[in-house]
């Protein structure tokens, strides 16, 4: 903890988004307070994982917090550029599926709607497009398990999913918490 008892931009990167600096999800969101010592750590935590692959990108804010994506540019590149996810997001007004083009229309429907989530944000998080649209269907019930995402569909495979999330979560912590860097966590692209 900091002075004060606030977690550091680190420490909340480190507890959210693990899995993506390990390499097992394309991105995770977080979100944290605004402040000088959170805005001046997170330059310099985003100079170090752009070595690595890793971006970082503001998706929304208000005067005193943040919504945060970190990314693999790489493996987000992947699944905007299936066919499948394609035709979803088209059905959202997307039509340019580059990343930087994609994230500033997601940027833009957030924003539109007071910061609230687009049922779409689920394809950048890397979600299965079969829970994604049975979240939509479902208007959010009738999931069959729920952990990282609300599943209806495979809940089996879902929850050793998440699982093994959480493993990656427990064992980055206690990493960090014992001295290693954000760098050494994060597995290169």
Not at 79 to 98: A, H, P, S, W
Not at 103 to 122: M, N, S, T, V
Request: proline share 3%; aromatic share 10%; with cysteine.
């Amino acid at each position: 903890m900091e002075r004060g008892g606030r977690e550091s931009f680190r420490q909340i990167l480190i507890r959210f988004c693990a899995p993506t600096l390990a390499g097992l999800k394309c991105s995770n969101m977080m979100s944290c307070l605004i402040t000088g010592e959170i805005l001046q750590e997170m330059e310099l935590v985003r100079a170090e994982l752009i070595k690595k692959g890793v971006l970082i990108d503001i998706l929304y804010q208000t005067p005193d917090r943040m919504l945060i994506l970190v990314y693999r540019k790489s493996a987000l590149a992947e699944i905007l550029k299936t066919n499948v996810y394609q035709q979803f997001l088209r059905e959202f007004g997307y039509c340019d599926f580059e990343c930087v083009h994609a994230l500033r229309r997601l940027k833009a429907r957030i924003a539109a709607d007071g910061g609230q989530f687009p049922h779409e944000i689920g394809v950048f998080l890397g979600y299965p497009l079969e829970d994604i649209r049975g979240f939509i269907e479902n208007k959010g019930r009738n999931g069959l398990c729920c952990g990282d995402w609300k599943v209806y569909h495979e809940p089996e495979k879902a929850k050793k999913m998440f699982a093994k999330l959480q493993k990656c979560r427990d064992v980055y912590i206690r990493l960090f918490q014992d001295g290693r860097s954000v760098m050494q966590l994060t597995v290169p692209v």
